[in-house]
Structures are given as C-alpha cells and as structure tokens.
C-alpha cells in the first residue's frame, strides 16, 4: 500500500516541530508545558492499558504557503476517507471482544486514542509524539527533568508505507510496538532502522516476487511498469524489476507518478503506454493512484492492454466501478487472501455510536454517509436533512462495501496480537498482576514471540523481521452482465512452498484483456525456434533480437537459443538445422548410374575375352593361333580376364580388406598382362631374326624362356606387393574435407611410395613393350602382330598418361571412378587391338588363315 510523498515545505514543517519538541524535552524549566497546539484524539476511551490508532479519516488537505514568520495554520484537511474508518470501526471492535472476553487480559480494559492525520506524513509525525507524551501539562520537582512513561504501549496504524516509515522512525526510537494492517514496503522489513514496526499484511519483497512468478508463467517477456511514486511503489517496483531480469523478462518503460502531480505528467505517462509495444502493464499501485489513471486512460479509451496488478487496487470494487469503458477487464494480480471475522460486519455498520460521541468528524461524515445536512442554516431545495436516526439499509457506496475484509482481519489480528502479548506480560490466568511495570520494550519482544489462533482458525505470528507469512490469492477481473466485475480467485502464491511449487493455478478459466479466453502475447520478439539462435538488436534490452539461422553444421534444438551448437565430426545438420543426422557415407556403389555402367562395362569386358578365348581355343590349330604364340595368348587373355574384374573390386562400400586387395590385384594383374604381352612382342621379334642366316635366337627364347619371363616380371611386381602391404598397407579413410555434408569413404593409399612403385613398374614394361614392338612394327609378314601390340601400347600409356592429373584433381569417388576407367579402358585396348583383329580374320576371312599367307614371300621357319 501506498501513500504520498511529502513537498518541501511541508517537510520543513514537520522538521521544526521536532526541533521544537526536542527543544522542549531538553529544557530545565519545572513544570512541562507543550509548545504548540495539542493534538485531540477524534475517537477516545478510557482503560487500564491504551492503545494508539492512526489512520487517515480524510485524503487530503488543502494547500498553503507558508513564510515562517507567523506560526503555521493548521491543516484543513478535505476528502473524507470511507475505507479509513472501516478501519478504525474493526480496530473497535476488536478491542471491545478483548474487553468482554473473560479468557483473554481478564480484569484488564483496553482503551484507545485514535487520530486523523489526513494522509499528511507531518501530521503522522505530530500525532506519533502526541501518542509518546500525551497532551496535558505536567508538574514536576523544582529541578527535575520533563519526562514520565509513554502514554501507549502499542499503535494501530498506519495504512500506507511512507507515513509508516515515518512513524516507525519516531516510536521505533521508544521501542513502542506499531503494528499496520497495510503498510507493505519491503523496506519497512528493516530492523535495524525500524525496530519497532510490525505487520500483519505481507511484505511487497514476496509480492514483488510473486509478480515476476506470475508474468513469466504466461510468457510475457515485454512488460511496461507503472509505480505510484513513493516507498510502496518505488521499491515494491525495484524488487519486481530485479526479480524479471533474472527471469528474462524486459521491462520497456518504468513511469511513476502521485495522485497530486499536475496533469501534464499524467498525459506523459499516456502517451508512453501508446507509442509502447508492450502489451502486459504491471501496474504497482494505490487504489488513489489507479483512481487517477484509469479516469485518464477512460479518456483516451486505451483499451486491449493486460493488467497485472498488486494487492492494493486488485480486488478494490470502488475501482472496478469507476472502469465504466473496461479498461482493466481481464485484469489479473495479487489479493489478500479472503477472510471472515464474525460480527465485524455488523458492527462496522452501526454507525450510531460514531455519531453520538458529538464530534464534527463524525457530523461530516454522517452527512457524507447518507447524503444529509444537519440543520445548521437554512437548507437548499435539493437538500435533505440529517435525523441522526437514519439507517443504511439500502445504502450503497464504500462504507457499506466489505470488499476489504481481508484487511479488516488484518487490523483485528493486530489488536489481538497486543492483546495476547499483554496477556503474557501481566502473568494472565484467571487474573492479571496489575503491579507489573508496563515496559513498550518488553511487550515489544512478547509481541515478535506470539503465536496463537483467532477465532476464525487464522494463525497469527511474525517472522524474523515482524512480517507474518507471505500467501496470496492470484485475483481474475471477470466481467459479468449489468456492468459487473467479479473478482475471480484462479490461484495462490505461496512463499513458504519450495521453488518452483510456490505458484499454483485451479482448474478455473481466466478472461482476458477484451473478454479473449486466449493468452495474451507481449514480447519484444518472436521466440526463435528450433535451428536458430538469438542475436541481440543493438541499443535495445536483451529481451529484443533477432532470429539468426544456424550456419552448416550447427544446430539449435531447443525455443530461444542463444547459441547454435556445431555438430559431430561425423554428423551434420538437417535442413531445419535443428538436429543433427549422420553424414551420408559416399562411395562408389553398385546401386547408382556410374557404379552399374562401370560393373556393365567390366563384366562386358570379362565376357568379350572370354568370347575371344572360346574362339581362340576353337581355332586354337589353325596357323593364325599358332604363330601368335598360342600359349601367350591363352594366358594373356586369362590375365585381361583377371583385369576386368579387379575394377569391381574397386565398387562398393570399402573396407581395409577390400584396399588392401584392389591395389595389389590391380597392379599384379597388370603386370601379368603386359608381361604376357611383352612376351609376345619379344617372340615376333626374335622369330624374325631367327630367319637371318646364322641365327639362332629362338633356341635363347622358346617356350620356358617366355613362361619364365612372363613367371619373373610378375613375381618382381609380387615382391613391391608384399614390402608395400607389409610396411604401410593401404587402409579405409574417411574424407570429411571434400564435402562438408557427406564423409568420402576413401582408399588411402597408406605408402604413396608403394602405390607409384606399383604403377611405374606396369609402366616401365609397358615402355619395354612398345619399344620392343615398335622395333618389329614393319617386318615382313602379311599379319605383323607387333604393329597391333604398338599401337595398343600406344593406347594403354595414354590412357595412364592422363589418369595421374585426373586421379589427383578428382575429389571422392570419382578418383575411385577415373581408376576403374583406365583399367577398363587400357584392358579394351589391349582386347580390340590385339585380339578382335585375329578374331576378324577366323570367322570372317578364313581363307587368309592359312601359314602360306601369314608368311606372304618370306616364309620364316616354323616355331
């Protein structure tokens, strides 16, 4: 609760009167008078123990310029306050069950002074030293001192937090106990400054809590605040804002003003709430302030804004009648919870005893009450006058509403608290000691020790810091027909349940802003979602940013992340970047299109030659067969046979097993092939030298010379085989350079020095070959075979020519591909060239397969 914050002049006001006061107190004179004017309780009675109330009976005063030559005026005050003697009514009748109870103080009366202090913090000062020293002159010895005991052991009061902590700064230095019923500052919860003050109503620090609890549970992160200027606002709004922060909420604007401020400042506070994107108000309000605000914003019809507000105006009926454009519908907050006193209800409401005490307080607010005149002068025509016999049956306004009886219980348990701590400092059985000495102090400490019951099962004690337990009712604005608010409970706070279970909601619906059963949105910006991450929009809180798309190879799987997270070495994110799924092994397989065209092409290949090797062996006696080596022949074709299908061993998903054996077959294969070749060039070689006279060559190169030749250049290949797969053997790798969303399954090659000792091997012979067969390229014969092995030498060393730029630029598994082509295409040449010439000649011209045509004029020896 709230309450105002005092201008320059009144504050110098209440200044001098301490200084006058304290003057006095020192002075030696002996007989003790009071300089000033005494203070007059507006309601008194007489007890063996007094007990002080001060409320605020009237709102305001009126203003007046003070030149402090002349001593001030009094202040007028104005507005009378109907809720104020509610309060003072259930601090009555509180004391009156105190009094006719015969097991609580039994033998002891309570009395009671009770003042106005119209909402004037100077005037709470003043009353609280009245309430110290009382108002009668007093004789002391000649020399004595001006000093005797307090005139009050305890003080009811006061409503707001300012004029409170004003108040306890006075008492608090007498050590006498002030118990409010709605002073909720969290400031008011330091002992050390405030000694002596209570509460029966919790702290703003839990409310405040409980608030950011309640914004963050709907998922409001854009708030805009608006505080009543003074210590209920201002610090119950501090502790609201740190507490958000460290739920992540922003708050886009904090305005503050008074009830008193001119009106320009009120119109600043509009046009904030406008040009706002904010669409949640936590509004940390007195139910005067929120008076003011709502018939402003009434005016500007500043409608479709969700309301979040504290227990001061939240369940407050007086402002849910002035909302007549339903402004706050949907509104949502925190309230007192409900509470009953028996009887109090019907003793507020008897008013007769006010009216008979002849006060003009009480004439006034007799007349306000049933809207009358005593007759004082002549009355207007519009003008009743007052019997004093009037009833408030049928009476409707804030008197008769008891909307506020939570607070009402929370003056009653005050005096009861009082009551039961005198209780145990009188020694209270069947009666009291009445020769104790009453000490402010010592009830002071039985009063922080209390704990009992009221009669309505209410427990009553105070904590640490005089603050009874924080809960709360979570309070729903719900329109109803005929313009009627009802306040709706959907749930409680409750401090002392552990975090995270303090906030609890029923299975009630709540109504929005508007009359919407939907939640309402208020964020600065839109929840990233999944696969993105948060950038912060520079100048602006942390609540405002952007939604930036994860980069390749991150993530983000959760709603508003902060940063995206880079997948593992072999994974990679999704299209959504919002998790992160293997990578895609790539390997040259036989499923796809150059897998099946490369397999079609090996196994044509493998069954050309072996159509070739048929043929060769159905015409294996003919002179054709005969004088190309035979034997050679068959073998070279079993060795194409073998090229052929170590390409497919170069397909499919690799293993260390399968590197290991593609390279070695690869490269002892070939060399078997051109050994097999180079065989054959050196035997048409030597047979047309054998035909020179004096030469015997072929007796140096027949048939055990050839086989053990083809037998030594493929068991020197065997050897480079064995030392490269012994010493650092070829080996799977995976490749995750090339592609960044596919891992290359790949053959590493384990020693370069052993895969290009392989290659340069077959090389060397193919040199050989085509050097040996371009020497015998144009000996007499009518089918020259060396001129066929020259030219697919020719082919095979173009082929592997160009495979070393293109196996080296080639990435993944097209090097694998680019392999398996010079194989094949090196393996077709050395079949087209050498063999389907000869295959040409046995089916299609066989009559040119003769040894007298083969020989043409010179006819070499038979071998």
Not at 84 to 113: C, D, W
Not at 179 to 206: E, G, N, V, W
């Amino acid at each position: 609760m709230t309450m105002s914050t005092q201008r320059w002049p009144e504050q110098s006001f209440a200044l001098l009167q301490v200084f006058l006061w304290v003057s006095f107190s020192l002075t030696q004179e002996p007989l003790c008078r009071q300089i000033g004017d005494p203070e007059i309780p507006q309601l008194s009675r007489d007890g063996d123990i007094i007990l002080g109330g001060i409320f605020y009976f009237h709102s305001s005063w009126k203003s007046r310029e003070n030149n402090y030559t002349q001593k001030p005026l009094p202040l007028e005050c104005i507005s009378l306050n109907f809720r104020e003697f509610q309060f003072a009514q259930a601090m009555l009748f509180a004391i009156e069950e105190v009094n006719n109870s015969t097991e609580l103080l039994p033998g002891i009366s309570l009395g009671y002074k009770i003042y106005d202090t119209c909402g004037a913090i100077t005037r709470s000062i003043k009353v609280a030293l009245a309430l110290n020293d009382g108002d009668e002159s007093v004789s002391l010895a000649s020399e004595g001192r001006c000093s005797r005991p307090v005139q009050v052991q305890a003080v009811m009061g006061e409503t707001s937090s300012s004029p409170s902590t004003a108040l306890a700064t006075v008492i608090g230095a007498f050590h006498i106990p002030q118990i409010s019923h709605f002073a909720t500052c969290a400031c008011l919860s330091d002992k050390t400054k405030y000694p002596s003050f209570l509460r029966t109503i919790p702290s703003d620090y839990y409310q405040s809590r409980a608030l950011a609890h309640l914004v963050k549970h709907f998922g409001w992160t854009w708030v805009g605040a608006v505080r009543t200027n003074d210590d209920y606002g201002n610090n119950g709004m501090a502790t609201f804002t740190e507490t958000a922060e460290q739920f992540g909420i922003c708050v886009e604007y904090s305005v503050s003003f008074f009830r008193t401020d001119p009106s320009e400042k009120i119109q600043k506070i509009i046009k904030t709430v406008k040009e706002s994107t904010a669409k949640v108000i936590v509004a940390f309000l007195s139910h005067r302030d929120m008076e003011v605000l709502i018939h402003e914003l009434s005016n500007h019809n500043l409608t479709g804004y969700q309301w979040v507000g504290s227990e001061s105006w939240i369940f407050d009926s007086q402002i849910a009648a002035m909302d007549k454009k339903h402004i706050l519908d949907g509104a949502i907050g925190l309230s007192i919870p409900k509470a009953q006193v028996g009887g109090l209800r019907e003793f507020i409401l008897d008013v007769r005893p006010l009216i008979s005490s002849n006060n003009e307080l009480f004439t006034t607010f007799w007349e306000a009450l049933f809207q009358c005149k005593f007759k004082k002068a002549q009355l207007t025509e519009f003008e009743k006058e007052c019997t004093g016999k009037e009833d408030l049956t049928g009476v409707e306004n804030s008197f008769t509403d008891m909307s506020l009886m939570p607070i009402f219980n929370n003056v009653y348990k005050g005096v009861y608290a009082v009551a039961h701590a005198l209780h145990d400092v009188l020694s209270c059985n069947k009666t009291c000691d009445n020769n104790v000495q009453l000490d402010p102090y010592t009830i002071l400490q039985h009063i922080q020790k209390i704990r009992f019951k009221t009669k309505e099962g209410n427990e009553v004690y105070f904590n640490e810091n005089g603050d009874p337990a924080a809960k709360y009712e979570i309070i729903n604005w719900q329109p109803r027909e005929n313009d009627i608010v009802s306040f709706v409970t959907v749930g409680v706070y409750d401090a002392s349940f552990p975090a995270g279970t303090q906030l609890n909601f029923q299975n009630t619906s709540i109504t929005w802003t508007q009359s919407s059963p939907q939640v309402p949105v208020s964020v600065c910006s839109e929840k990233c979602p999944p696969g993105t991450r948060k950038v912060l929009q520079k100048g602006k809180p942390v609540c405002c940013y952007d939604c930036i798309r994860c980069a390749e190879g991150e993530i983000s799987n959760s709603t508003d992340a902060v940063s995206c997270v880079r997948c593992p070495h072999e994974s990679w994110s999704n299209a959504r970047r919002d998790a992160c799924v293997k990578k895609e092994a790539e390997f040259l397989s036989f499923e796809e299109l150059m897998g099946i065209l490369l397999t079609s092409a090996a196994l044509l290949g493998t069954s050309l030659t072996a159509a070739v090797a048929f043929i060769f062996y159905r015409h294996r006696k003919t002179a054709l067969v005969r004088a190309n080596n035979s034997e050679l022949s068959f073998l070279l074709l079993f060795s194409l046979t073998l090229c052929f299908l170590c390409s497919l061993t170069f397909i499919g998903r690799p293993s260390d097993w399968s590197c290991m054996l593609r390279h070695t077959a690869f490269g002892i294969t070939f060399v078997l092939c051109i050994s097999c070749v180079l065989g054959k060039t050196m035997v048409v070689l030597m047979a047309f030298k054998a035909t020179l006279p004096g030469r015997n060559v072929m007796k140096c190169f027949g048939p055990t010379q050839q086989r053990l030749s083809v037998l030594g250049f493929t068991l020197v290949q065997v050897i480079i085989c064995i030392l490269w797969l012994s010493i650092s053997p070829p080996f799977l790798s995976k490749n995750f350079k090339e592609f960044k969303d596919k891992i290359i399954l790949e053959c590493s090659l384990g020693s370069a020095v052993g895969f290009w000792s392989v290659l340069g091997y077959i090389g060397l012979l193919a040199l050989l070959c085509f050097t040996f067969a371009f020497l015998a390229r144009k000996l007499p014969d009518n089918f020259n075979e060396a001129k066929f092995i020259t030219f697919s030498m020719l082919i095979f060393c173009a082929v592997w020519i160009a495979f070393i730029p293109a196996y080296v630029s080639s990435p993944g598994k097209f090097s694998v591909a680019v392999e398996i082509f010079a194989i094949l295409a090196s393996s077709f040449g050395l079949l087209i060239c050498i063999f389907i010439p000869k295959c040409y000649v046995m089916l299609l011209k066989p009559e040119k397969n003769t040894k007298k045509n083969m020989m043409g004029n010179r006819v070499p020896r038979e071998f």
